[in-house]
């Protein structure tokens, strides 16, 4: 008999049943349930979002024997060892299971939580592989005393490397003596900003000679709503002295008044933006000032605005207040998240959860990251759609079980 899952692929289930399938309510093993709410997950456009959604608050018995068995379908341990996918809780299964490869535990690794770098400094397996250990060096939530015990480990697989190894250490430390370094974090913004400025301007070339000279247009028209007095004076420019004039004026007649050189000309950051066109506003968003970048995560001009978050100067709290805004494009949202330094900010994750304006996929993904107050919170807002309210209390309610019964 045909499992229900080669039914699925198929597509051979009528609409009515792919929902059942979608929120894992099929009479079949809890791992087929699991490999089918993957499948859904990964291939179906119509009902990969509540398969997903489900998933995110799949039974935790049923999710841990899958996570811990070495046959378990390959592409439901990718997916469960996904940064974008992992619970938590099955980490530690992963990590032992030898059917989850180096390379994705790397990248568990390179981006993980202090509570995941314990789990995974727990590991038996862990210390034997030498990227994941690599990775966890790179990590900054690494806490001094643990990065001592892996740089022993590291040590270990150099040394072990390096016997095997035909090439002599002497190729190898020239060969490192070429490689480029990274810039110092201190000092240096301008050099930093400049070549921000050069890398972003030749990636984006086509979309900047597409927009023109398009000019400032905040979204949610907030300049509009609060005029353009509001925002304080942050440059000032000396005014040119003014040209001879052409003939004498006749004697008794006033004089024109010359204005004296050095004569400061008062302009806020709106009027500076509203003089520029798009490359000039992307200069001043990849080099500007933090009012300035405020203004300009508006802009209606997705490649000037997309450019403020590459900006080097940009602080976490200004991130932290960019994905609670409901006047920025939805592309501005999306690529939040894409960033690995923005993503370890937790207040940056809940904010982008509770901003109505968030997509509904990516709010559902980022949900699992969520603390219990949070989604407690997050249950009661109804500015959010109804969707991202009904998992968020499920994964509540879950967390209180669970901590009831510990």
Partial sequence: M????DQIRASKLPSNMMQFAARGALQVAPAENIEILVHLARHNQVFGGLARMTLAGWDEKASLAAAADPQTPREVLEYLVSPDNLRPVLLPALLENPSVT??????????????SIAAMLKSVRVPSLKGVVDALR????????????LRVLSSAHKATSAADDPVPAAEHAEASSEAPTSASPEGGDETASDEALAAYLKEHARDIQQEGDKP?????????????????????AEAPAPAAPAAVAPVGAPQPQAKKPGVVVRENALQKISHLDVKGRIQLALKGNKEERSLLIRDGTKVVALA????????DGEVEKFASQKNVLESVLRQIPLKRRFMKNYKVVRNLVSNPRTPLDLGLGLMKHLLGP??????????VSETVRKLALKMYKQKEDQAAKK
């Fill in 308 to 315: 403020v978050l590459e900006a080097p100067k940009l602080s």
């Fill in 102 to 115: 180096e390379p994705q535990l790397v990248k568990v690794a390179i981006g993980a939580s202090k509570e």
């Fill in 138 to 149: 790179a990590n900054p939530y690494l806490d001094k005393d643990k990065a001592a015990e």
């Fill in 2 to 5: 045909a499992r229900m899952i």
């Fill in 374 to 383: 949070d989604l407690k919170n997050i249950s009661g807002n109804k500015e």
């Fill in 216 to 236: 400032f247009q905040a979204i949610g028209g907030i300049v509009e709503l609060l005029g353009a007095d509001y925002f304080p004076v942050t440059s000032s």
